[in-house]
């Protein structure tokens, strides 16, 4: 059964920085295309940032230049360093494939003060 962990999220002043990490368990994400999605409540989830599996990235236009995505194939980890962040950015961060092969995890929160 794939296990999908985030961490890293937390209350951050605007300017900023986190770092979000993901792990999966149970499957082997060298194999997969990897991203990072967002959510505001009562809103469905937008993709945020997006590495293959060799390692080439591609952000959205609202991320791009203050986000950077990144993976550790040995260690089954993705990673999402936030730096810049603005109040706006405040979502739950999800991580997944990017053809949403597994069931979501739990996420981690983001939460940008003004």
């Known amino acids: 059964q794939v296990q999908v962990v985030e961490s890293g999220g937390g209350l951050v002043q605007s300017g900023g920085s986190l770092r979000l990490s993901c792990v999966v368990s149970g499957s082997i994400i060298r194999l997969y295309d990897m991203a990072w999605y967002r959510q505001y409540p009562g809103k469905g989830r937008e993709l945020v940032a997006g590495i293959t599996s060799d390692g080439r990235t591609n952000y959205a236009e609202f991320v791009k230049g203050r986000f950077t995505i990144s993976r550790d194939n040995a260690k089954n980890r993705v990673y999402l360093q936030l730096n810049t962040l603005k109040p706006e950015d405040t979502a739950v961060y999800y991580c997944?494939?990017?053809?949403?092969?597994?069931?979501w995890g739990q996420g981690a929160q983001v939460t940008v003060s003004s």
């Open positions: 997944n494939t990017n053809r949403l092969r597994y069931a």
